[in-house]
């Protein structure tokens, strides 16, 4: 069964470096997501994509965020400068969004420490 | 934006126990899923479920849409049920966008 990837798993870095996380949506998808989940928190909306567009975004997702699908398969998520704030769980996810079916698939997961 | 909001926040049972975890929200949707965190954080997809029953093995779940609720139902509970459990919603309107809005979750721990 096809599935959501996405790398790497754990991700450890220092305040102020850049990171981007990596995800591989199904291939016959075509709408896109991030979500975060800070540890002991619920799972929020960052933002999704959909025609090589950003189609909406929530008010986390400032302008140290930036999305980008680079060649026909990687969906990332780049923060510029990294905050403490920003260690967090980040879930990618995608659908297809066709004759009426929404369901979204979600990711494994990447685990981002910023120290 | 759409409500959710998921009940009990927590739930401890004995192994073998039955449970169930509701989850009501403000607006029509065009999607409801149950989700299950496992103890490596990785969301796991128990349902898609914006109306309707549906089954699988000792899960089930429920969605009365006109009602605006859910519920998943856990039979004879085992420890590796253990975990925090999500309902997500998407709202039907185009003000809601396609976003998927989660409730708090329901931490449900399987006593052995």
């Known amino acids: 069964e096809p599935e959501v990837t996405q790398t790497p798993s754990h991700q450890v870095t220092q305040m102020g470096q850049e990171v981007i996380l990596r995800c591989v949506p199904i291939?016959?998808?075509?709408?896109f997501y991030w979500y975060r989940q800070i540890l002991g928190q619920k799972v929020e909306f960052l933002v999704s994509?959909?025609?090589?567009?950003?189609?909406?975004k929530s008010e986390i997702f400032d302008d140290q965020f930036s999305v980008e699908r680079p060649d026909g398969s990687n969906f990332t998520l780049k923060i510029r400068s990294t905050k403490l704030e920003d260690s967090a769980m980040y879930f990618c996810?995608?659908?297809?969004?066709?004759?009426?079916?929404?369901?979204?698939?979600f990711g494994p997961g990447t685990r981002l420490t910023v120290t | 934006g759409i409500q959710v909001e998921q009940s009990p926040p927590d739930l401890i049972l004995q192994e073998g126990a039955n449970s169930t975890l509701r989850c009501n929200f403000s607006d029509s949707v065009n999607n409801l899923q149950w989700f299950h965190q496992n103890p490596w954080g990785q969301l796991i997809n128990l349902f898609y479920?914006?109306?309707g029953t549906k089954q699988n093995g000792r899960l089930s779940a429920t969605t009365v849409a006109t009602e605006r609720y859910s519920l998943l139902y856990i039979s004879s509970s085992q420890t590796t049920d253990s975990g925090v459990y999500f309902c997500a919603v998407e709202g039907r309107w185009e003000t809601s966008g396609s976003r998927l809005t989660f409730g708090e979750g329901t931490q449900l721990t399987v006593n052995p």
């Open positions: 479920i914006p109306s």
């Open positions: 291939s016959n998808h075509l709408y």
């Open positions: 996810a995608s659908d297809k969004r066709t004759s009426g079916f929404y369901e979204q698939y």
């Open positions: 994509f959909y025609n090589n567009e950003i189609s909406e």
